[in-house]
Every structure is written in C-alpha cells, then in structure tokens.
C-alpha cells in the first residue's frame, strides 16, 4: 500500500501497528470465509460471513486515518479524524467478538487481533496526546 507517506510516518508506531492489523485482519477473514462460504442446511448463508468483509474493510481504513490526522493543519478537523480512527477501532473490536460466536475453526485467531486492537489503542492514546 502506497499512501504517498511523509518520511517519518513509516516510524511511527502506531501506523506500523495498523499496517500490522490490515494483514492479520485479512488472514484471519480469508480463513473464516473458507468455513462460514457454504449455506446452512435451510439454505440460507452464515450472517457472519459479512463480519469477516467488514474487518478487512475498517482495518484497512486505519492507516488512511493515521496520515490524513499527521497532515491536518487545523485541530478541528485534525479531531474529525482521530474520532473516526476511534470509531473505527471500536467497530473492529466489537465485529472480532461478534466473530468468535461463529461456527469456524478460525475463530480462534480473533482473541489475538483484539489484543493486537488493545495495543493498537494504546499507541493510539500516547501518540493522540503528541498531535
């Protein structure tokens, strides 16, 4: 992914703890959808299988935020971006705990994206306080 960085973003840990997340988001929701794929017996789908495409897509929405904020000039919208950030770490969090009621062997990799979530957060915190 190519966002056209400024130079000392790729060192920040909080964006390297997204790009993190972006790829263990995808492993995790490309095995959960080898098992959630197929239809119920009634043949209906797996309402789940939805969560596993929201997970990439608000992971992958992380980064964007991270720099769009890193380049604001002015605070108000320097703050629009750090609430989205905060609602879309909230969403992901909540989406991996709603997975892991799935019926998927692969719900047993979410407990470590929602900790690799807590830590994101915490990166989140301490580098909210510097902008």
């Given at each position: 992914?190519n966002y056209?960085l400024?130079s000392h973003?790729?060192?920040l840990?909080?964006?390297?703890k ?12 490309t095995?959960?959808?080898q098992d959630l ?14 969560f596993t495409?929201?997970i990439?897509?608000q992971?992958?929405n ?5 720099i ?6 002015y605070?108000d ?6 609430e989205t ?5 909230h969403?992901?969090?909540?989406n991996c705990?709603?997975l892991?009621?799935s019926k998927?062997?692969?719900k047993?990799f979410?407990?470590i994206?929602?900790?690799?979530l807590r830590k ?11 902008l």
């Amino acid at each position: 992914m190519n966002y056209n960085l400024p130079s000392h973003l790729k060192d920040l840990p909080v964006y390297q703890k997204a790009m993190d997340i972006i790829v263990l988001s995808r492993s995790i929701s490309t095995y959960l959808n080898q098992d959630l794929v197929y239809l119920n017996t009634d043949g209906s789908e797996d309402a789940y299988i939805y969560f596993t495409g929201d997970i990439i897509q608000q992971s992958t929405n992380l980064a964007p935020e991270i720099i769009n904020a890193e380049r604001e000039r002015y605070s108000d919208k320097k703050h629009q971006h750090l609430e989205t950030l905060d609602r879309l770490t909230h969403r992901l969090y909540n989406n991996c705990k709603r997975l892991e009621h799935s019926k998927s062997n692969g719900k047993d990799f979410l407990p470590i994206l929602r900790g690799e979530l807590r830590k994101f957060r915490k990166l989140q915190r301490n580098w909210m306080l510097t902008l």
